[in-house]
Protein backbone atom coordinates (compact mmCIF):
# COMPACT_ATOMS: atom_id res chain seq x y z
CA UNK A 1 0.00 0.00 0.00
CA UNK A 2 1.14 4.06 -0.17
CA UNK A 3 1.58 6.22 2.41
CA UNK A 4 -1.67 7.77 1.48
CA UNK A 5 -3.86 4.61 1.42
CA UNK A 6 -2.24 3.40 4.96
CA UNK A 7 -2.96 7.01 6.19
CA UNK A 8 -6.46 6.83 4.82
CA UNK A 9 -6.31 3.26 6.51
CA UNK A 10 -5.33 4.76 10.17
CA UNK A 11 -7.56 7.65 9.84
CA UNK A 12 -10.85 4.94 9.06
CA UNK A 13 -9.19 2.91 12.62
CA UNK A 14 -10.07 3.39 16.47
CA UNK A 15 -8.64 1.43 18.97
CA UNK A 16 -5.72 1.48 17.94
CA UNK A 17 -2.44 -1.05 19.19
CA UNK A 18 0.98 -0.09 18.21
CA UNK A 19 2.78 -2.89 17.94
CA UNK A 20 6.93 -2.59 18.69
CA UNK A 21 9.71 -5.39 17.85
CA UNK A 22 11.32 -8.13 20.35
CA UNK A 23 14.74 -6.29 22.40
CA UNK A 24 13.05 -2.70 21.10
CA UNK A 25 15.30 -0.29 19.74
CA UNK A 26 14.94 3.59 18.87
CA UNK A 27 13.50 3.52 15.20
CA UNK A 28 10.68 0.60 16.34
CA UNK A 29 9.77 2.40 19.81
CA UNK A 30 10.25 5.99 18.62
CA UNK A 31 8.11 5.78 15.77
CA UNK A 32 5.66 3.61 17.20
CA UNK A 33 5.18 6.53 19.86
CA UNK A 34 5.42 9.55 17.18
CA UNK A 35 2.08 7.88 15.77
CA UNK A 36 0.41 7.42 18.74
CA UNK A 37 1.06 10.41 19.58
CA UNK A 38 -0.50 11.85 16.57
CA UNK A 39 -3.44 9.00 16.50
CA UNK A 40 -4.60 10.55 19.69
CA UNK A 41 -4.19 14.13 18.36
CA UNK A 42 -6.58 13.01 16.14
CA UNK A 43 -9.56 11.91 19.03
CA UNK A 44 -8.28 8.52 18.47
CA UNK A 45 -7.56 5.52 21.20
CA UNK A 46 -4.07 5.30 21.05
CA UNK A 47 -1.69 2.90 22.77
CA UNK A 48 1.83 1.51 22.38
CA UNK A 49 1.79 -2.52 23.53
CA UNK A 50 3.37 -2.69 26.81
CA UNK A 51 6.63 -4.75 25.12
CA UNK A 52 8.40 -6.19 28.11
CA UNK A 53 12.23 -5.45 27.31
CA UNK A 54 11.66 -1.54 26.96
CA UNK A 55 14.70 -0.42 28.16
CA UNK A 56 15.35 2.74 30.49
CA UNK A 57 16.75 5.22 28.14
CA UNK A 58 13.65 4.23 25.97
CA UNK A 59 10.98 4.07 28.81
CA UNK A 60 11.68 7.47 29.43
CA UNK A 61 10.52 8.37 25.85
CA UNK A 62 7.52 5.90 25.68
CA UNK A 63 6.19 6.13 28.98
CA UNK A 64 3.32 8.65 28.27
CA UNK A 65 2.68 6.24 25.63
CA UNK A 66 1.98 2.79 27.07
CA UNK A 67 -1.39 0.94 27.01
CA UNK A 68 -2.41 -2.39 28.49
CA UNK A 69 -2.63 -4.24 25.32
CA UNK A 70 -6.24 -4.23 25.03
CA UNK A 71 -6.54 -2.08 22.03
CA UNK A 72 -8.62 -4.09 18.90
CA UNK A 73 -6.85 -2.54 15.78
CA UNK A 74 -2.90 -3.90 15.82
CA UNK A 75 -1.05 -1.57 13.61
CA UNK A 76 3.35 -2.87 14.03
CA UNK A 77 6.03 -1.16 13.31
CA UNK A 78 9.45 -1.83 12.17
CA UNK A 79 8.57 -5.54 12.60
CA UNK A 80 9.73 -7.37 9.85
CA UNK A 81 8.26 -11.04 10.97
CA UNK A 82 5.90 -13.02 13.38
CA UNK A 83 9.29 -14.03 15.04
CA UNK A 84 10.11 -10.69 16.15
CA UNK A 85 6.51 -10.01 17.86
CA UNK A 86 7.16 -8.90 21.68
CA UNK A 87 6.71 -11.24 24.48
CA UNK A 88 3.14 -11.99 25.55
CA UNK A 89 1.70 -10.69 22.07
CA UNK A 90 -1.00 -13.11 20.41
CA UNK A 91 -3.53 -11.90 17.27
CA UNK A 92 -3.52 -10.67 14.29
CA UNK A 93 -2.03 -7.44 12.81
CA UNK A 94 -4.16 -5.17 10.96
CA UNK A 95 -1.48 -3.18 9.39
CA UNK A 96 2.28 -3.21 9.40
CA UNK A 97 4.79 -0.09 9.00
CA UNK A 98 8.15 -1.30 7.65
CA UNK A 99 11.46 -0.65 5.70
CA UNK A 100 13.00 -4.12 6.30
CA UNK A 101 13.13 -6.12 2.85
CA UNK A 102 12.51 -9.13 4.25
CA UNK A 103 9.30 -8.18 5.69
CA UNK A 104 7.16 -11.80 5.75
CA UNK A 105 3.82 -10.16 5.09
CA UNK A 106 2.09 -11.47 8.28
CA UNK A 107 0.41 -8.29 8.00
CA UNK A 108 -3.59 -7.90 6.45
CA UNK A 109 -2.17 -4.99 5.10
CA UNK A 110 1.76 -3.66 4.43
CA UNK A 111 2.78 0.05 3.86
CA UNK A 112 7.03 -1.11 2.74
CA UNK A 113 9.44 1.05 2.01
CA UNK A 114 12.49 -1.04 1.96
CA UNK A 115 14.65 2.21 0.86
CA UNK A 116 14.12 3.62 3.69
CA UNK A 117 17.31 4.03 6.66
CA UNK A 118 14.74 3.93 9.29
CA UNK A 119 11.02 3.03 9.96
CA UNK A 120 10.62 6.70 11.26
CA UNK A 121 11.27 8.51 7.88
CA UNK A 122 8.01 6.42 6.67
CA UNK A 123 6.02 7.15 9.64
CA UNK A 124 7.20 10.93 9.54
CA UNK A 125 5.61 10.77 5.99
CA UNK A 126 2.84 8.66 7.37
CA UNK A 127 2.04 11.36 10.55
CA UNK A 128 2.31 14.79 7.50
CA UNK A 129 -0.75 13.10 5.27
CA UNK A 130 -2.75 12.08 8.21
CA UNK A 131 -2.14 15.47 10.36
CA UNK A 132 -1.21 17.74 7.67
CA UNK A 133 1.84 18.71 10.21
CA UNK A 134 4.42 17.54 12.75
CA UNK A 135 4.20 18.75 16.65
CA UNK A 136 7.55 18.94 18.44
CA UNK A 137 6.71 16.14 20.84
CA UNK A 138 6.52 14.06 17.22
CA UNK A 139 9.73 15.42 16.17
CA UNK A 140 11.31 14.34 19.43
CA UNK A 141 10.00 10.81 18.65
CA UNK A 142 10.57 10.72 15.31
CA UNK A 143 14.44 11.86 15.79
CA UNK A 144 15.18 9.59 17.92
CA UNK A 145 13.70 6.89 15.39
CA UNK A 146 16.01 7.91 12.95
CA UNK A 147 18.86 9.05 14.43
CA UNK A 148 19.15 5.45 16.71
CA UNK A 149 18.92 3.45 13.31
CA UNK A 150 21.63 5.38 11.68
CA UNK A 151 23.75 5.14 14.42
CA UNK A 152 24.01 8.71 14.60
CA UNK A 153 24.42 9.27 11.39
CA UNK A 154 27.25 7.15 11.22
CA UNK A 155 25.92 3.90 9.76
CA UNK A 156 25.98 3.55 5.42
CA UNK A 157 22.50 3.30 5.58
CA UNK A 158 22.73 6.77 6.11
CA UNK A 159 21.43 8.99 2.76
CA UNK A 160 20.83 12.31 2.00
CA UNK A 161 17.08 12.00 2.49
CA UNK A 162 17.84 10.64 6.04
CA UNK A 163 19.55 13.73 6.64
CA UNK A 164 17.14 15.66 5.23
CA UNK A 165 14.32 13.68 7.03
CA UNK A 166 16.33 14.83 10.49
CA UNK A 167 17.03 18.12 9.43
CA UNK A 168 13.34 18.57 8.87
CA UNK A 169 12.77 17.37 12.67
CA UNK A 170 14.55 20.11 13.80
CA UNK A 171 12.71 22.67 12.12
CA UNK A 172 9.40 20.80 13.57
CA UNK A 173 10.94 21.23 17.27
CA UNK A 174 12.99 17.94 17.76
CA UNK A 175 15.54 18.61 20.76
CA UNK A 176 18.55 17.28 18.97
CA UNK A 177 21.13 18.33 21.88
CA UNK A 178 19.20 16.32 24.53
CA UNK A 179 18.35 13.61 22.40
CA UNK A 180 21.72 12.92 21.22
CA UNK A 181 23.21 13.25 24.87
CA UNK A 182 20.53 11.08 25.95
CA UNK A 183 21.06 8.11 23.69
CA UNK A 184 24.32 8.62 22.08
CA UNK A 185 26.23 10.20 24.42
CA UNK A 186 25.35 8.95 28.10
CA UNK A 187 25.54 5.53 29.49
CA UNK A 188 26.00 4.12 33.06
CA UNK A 189 29.48 2.74 34.68
CA UNK A 190 28.33 -0.91 34.10
CA UNK A 191 28.26 -0.30 30.56
CA UNK A 192 31.55 1.10 30.12
CA UNK A 193 33.00 -1.54 32.22
CA UNK A 194 31.18 -4.68 29.03
CA UNK A 195 32.42 -2.16 26.85
CA UNK A 196 36.17 -2.76 28.36
CA UNK A 197 36.08 -6.60 28.12
CA UNK A 198 34.36 -6.67 24.72
CA UNK A 199 37.10 -4.45 23.51
CA UNK A 200 39.71 -6.52 25.52
CA UNK A 201 38.30 -9.86 24.07
CA UNK A 202 37.77 -8.70 20.42
CA UNK A 203 38.85 -11.12 17.23
CA UNK A 204 39.97 -10.30 14.54
CA UNK A 205 40.09 -11.87 10.80
CA UNK A 206 41.32 -11.48 7.20
CA UNK A 207 43.67 -9.08 8.73
CA UNK A 208 41.06 -7.13 10.80
CA UNK A 209 38.53 -7.21 7.56
CA UNK A 210 36.35 -9.19 10.25
CA UNK A 211 35.62 -8.38 13.51
CA UNK A 212 34.40 -10.36 16.19
CA UNK A 213 32.95 -9.63 19.67
CA UNK A 214 31.22 -12.17 22.04
CA UNK A 215 29.16 -11.28 24.90
CA UNK A 216 28.58 -13.65 27.70
CA UNK A 217 26.36 -13.97 30.18
CA UNK A 218 29.56 -13.98 32.96
CA UNK A 219 30.80 -10.92 31.26
CA UNK A 220 27.19 -9.23 32.33
CA UNK A 221 27.47 -10.30 35.44
CA UNK A 222 31.13 -8.86 36.02
CA UNK A 223 30.27 -5.44 34.97
CA UNK A 224 26.97 -5.44 36.84
CA UNK A 225 25.30 -5.13 33.73
CA UNK A 226 21.68 -5.66 32.97
CA UNK A 227 19.16 -5.04 29.16
CA UNK A 228 19.79 -1.70 29.51
CA UNK A 229 23.10 -1.93 29.26
CA UNK A 230 22.78 -3.02 25.99
CA UNK A 231 21.48 -0.49 23.09
CA UNK A 232 23.74 -0.70 19.96
CA UNK A 233 26.71 -3.47 21.33
CA UNK A 234 26.92 -4.34 17.54
CA UNK A 235 28.67 -1.08 16.87
CA UNK A 236 31.57 -1.91 18.93
CA UNK A 237 33.33 -4.54 16.89
CA UNK A 238 32.75 -2.26 13.94
CA UNK A 239 34.87 0.64 15.58
CA UNK A 240 38.65 -1.26 14.26
CA UNK A 241 40.28 0.19 11.20
CA UNK A 242 39.97 -1.45 7.95
CA UNK A 243 36.48 -3.44 9.23
CA UNK A 244 34.39 -4.70 6.62
CA UNK A 245 32.15 -7.04 8.84
CA UNK A 246 31.57 -6.75 12.17
CA UNK A 247 29.65 -9.69 13.81
CA UNK A 248 28.69 -9.64 17.86
CA UNK A 249 27.34 -12.47 19.80
CA UNK A 250 25.74 -12.37 22.58
CA UNK A 251 24.70 -15.32 25.28
CA UNK A 252 20.97 -14.49 25.96
CA UNK A 253 21.25 -18.36 27.86
CA UNK A 254 23.03 -21.08 28.31
CA UNK A 255 23.20 -23.07 24.52
CA UNK A 256 21.26 -19.94 23.23
CA UNK A 257 22.89 -16.90 21.74
CA UNK A 258 21.80 -13.94 19.37
CA UNK A 259 24.03 -12.88 16.41
CA UNK A 260 24.43 -9.29 15.31
CA UNK A 261 25.96 -8.70 11.80
CA UNK A 262 26.97 -5.39 10.28
CA UNK A 263 29.05 -4.95 6.80
CA UNK A 264 30.15 -2.16 4.91
CA UNK A 265 27.40 -3.91 1.58
CA UNK A 266 30.31 -5.70 0.24
CA UNK A 267 28.76 -8.20 2.10
CA UNK A 268 25.29 -9.17 2.61
CA UNK A 269 24.55 -9.25 6.04
CA UNK A 270 20.60 -10.69 5.49
CA UNK A 271 22.20 -13.56 3.35
CA UNK A 272 24.53 -14.70 6.10
CA UNK A 273 21.80 -14.37 9.14
CA UNK A 274 18.94 -15.81 6.77
CA UNK A 275 21.05 -18.64 7.19
CA UNK A 276 20.28 -19.20 10.77
CA UNK A 277 16.43 -18.09 10.64
CA UNK A 278 17.01 -14.69 11.17
CA UNK A 279 17.32 -11.47 8.17
CA UNK A 280 16.84 -7.92 8.05
CA UNK A 281 19.22 -5.85 5.69
CA UNK A 282 21.93 -6.34 3.56
CA UNK A 283 24.32 -4.14 6.02
CA UNK A 284 22.56 -4.90 9.16
CA UNK A 285 20.88 -7.92 10.19
CA UNK A 286 20.56 -10.78 13.54
CA UNK A 287 19.55 -14.30 14.21
CA UNK A 288 19.75 -16.33 17.15
CA UNK A 289 20.56 -19.61 17.37
CA UNK A 290 20.35 -22.58 19.68
CA UNK A 291 24.10 -22.51 19.57
CA UNK A 292 26.22 -21.16 22.52
CA UNK A 293 27.95 -17.96 21.65
CA UNK A 294 31.35 -19.00 20.34
CA UNK A 295 30.17 -21.55 18.12
CA UNK A 296 27.63 -19.30 16.70
CA UNK A 297 30.00 -17.04 16.25
CA UNK A 298 32.24 -19.42 14.77
CA UNK A 299 29.33 -20.34 12.42
CA UNK A 300 28.63 -16.86 11.55
CA UNK A 301 32.33 -15.75 10.58
CA UNK A 302 32.48 -19.16 8.15
CA UNK A 303 28.98 -17.91 6.63
CA UNK A 304 31.06 -14.31 6.07
CA UNK A 305 34.04 -16.06 4.69
CA UNK A 306 32.55 -17.62 2.04
CA UNK A 307 31.37 -14.53 0.72
CA UNK A 308 34.32 -12.81 0.66
CA UNK A 309 36.27 -15.60 -0.90
Given at each position: ????ECAAALRAADDVLLLTHARPDGDTLGSAAALC?????????????????????????TAPYLGDGTETFTVSVDVAGETLFPRGFQGAVALA?????????????????????????????????????????????????????????CYANTTAETLRAAAYLLDCGADNHRLNKLLFRACRLSRLKLEGMIFSDLRSRHD??????????????????????????????????????AITVRELAPGRSRASVRTDGSVDANAVCARFGGG????????????????????????????MT
Open positions: MTVAAALRRLGKRAALYPNPEITESYRVLIDHHPGNTGFAAQTLLCAEKASCGEIVMEVIETLCGDLTAEEANLLYAAVSTDCGCFGKINIAVVTQEMMARAGATEDDCDDLASLAGKVAGNVVGHKMASGCTAALAPEALAEQICAAVEEQ
